[in-house]
T-cell receptor, first 115, second 115 residues
Framework: AQSVAQPEDQVNVAEGNPLTVKCTYS??????LFWYVQYPNRGLQFLLK??????LVKGSYGFEAEFNKSQTSFHLKKPSALVSDSALYFC?????????????FGSGTRLQVQP | DTGVSQDPRHKITKRGQNVTFRCDPI?????LYWYRQTLGQGPEFLTY????????KSRLLSDRFSAERPKGSFSTLEIQRTEQGDSAMYLC?????????????FGDGTRLSIL
């Protein structure tokens, strides 16, 4: 079975400071990992993915994520937070070896960026 | 690229009624997914189509739920004899996975409220 844990319900950061949103995963085989952002009353918007290759992946709006296989983590980062980054962030995983297409999502982390 | 379109955006109905939602995927995408999201949670997978074939179904998809994608383009999700617990946001996503693990692109969802 595949699973995702986002240990923080909410992350607060001041504008201009770096931010990190944590994610750990569990799969039997190799993971495909994704980060999505959700604004109120909207669907999920894709930010970035890790499939294979470099452990640091870059995505939209200045976000990046670091894949760590030994710690089974895929933390989302941004060097300088903006107030407009305030939203709900979801980490998701799919097990490459199963052939299944369903994504398993974490419960989400609310990011609050204070001006 | 007009994105994934879902209709209606909101549906309010009485318990016991049947409801049907529609999803129009991104035009060149051959894969279509349905998820359900309840308040404070991440999306949960319901079902997945490749073209017109329904290839995966979650245990969440009880016999009151049925999904179709008759011509491999738009899809419908029907819930019969709605119950209070069906109140949720129903999200549709599509992807083009000719090569590798392409991200799923989500619509803005249909919010279902059961009175």
């Amino acid at each position: 079975a595949q699973s995702v844990a986002q240990p923080e319900d909410q992350v607060n950061v001041a504008e201009g400071n770096p931010l990190t949103v944590k994610c750990t995963y569990s799969v039997s085989g190799n993971p495909y990992l994704f980060w999505y952002v959700q604004y109120p009353n909207r669907g999920l918007q894709f930010l970035l993915k890790y499939i294979t290759g470099d452990n640091l992946v870059k995505g939209s709006y200045g976000f990046e994520a670091e894949f760590n296989k030994s710690q089974t983590s895929f933390h989302l980062k941004k060097p300088s937070a903006l107030v407009s980054d305030s939203a709900l962030y979801f980490c998701a995983v799919r097990d490459e070896g199963t052939g299944r297409r369903a994504l398993t999502f974490g419960s989400g982390t609310r990011l609050q960026v204070q001006p | 690229d007009t994105g994934v379109s879902q209709d209606p955006r909101h549906k309010i109905t009485k318990r016991g009624q049947n409801v049907t939602f529609r999803c129009d995927p991104i035009s060149e995408h051959n894969r279509l997914y349905w998820y359900r999201q309840t308040l404070g949670q991440g999306p949960e997978f319901l079902t997945y189509f490749q073209n017109e074939a329904q290839l995966e179904k979650s245990r969440l998809l009880s016999d009151r739920f049925s999904a179709e994608r008759p011509k491999g383009s738009f899809s419908t999700l029907e819930i019969q004899r709605t119950e209070q617990g069906d109140s949720a946001m129903y999200l549709c996503a599509s992807s083009d996975e000719g090569q590798g693990a392409q991200p799923q692109h989500f619509g803005d969802g249909t919010r279902l409220s059961i009175l």
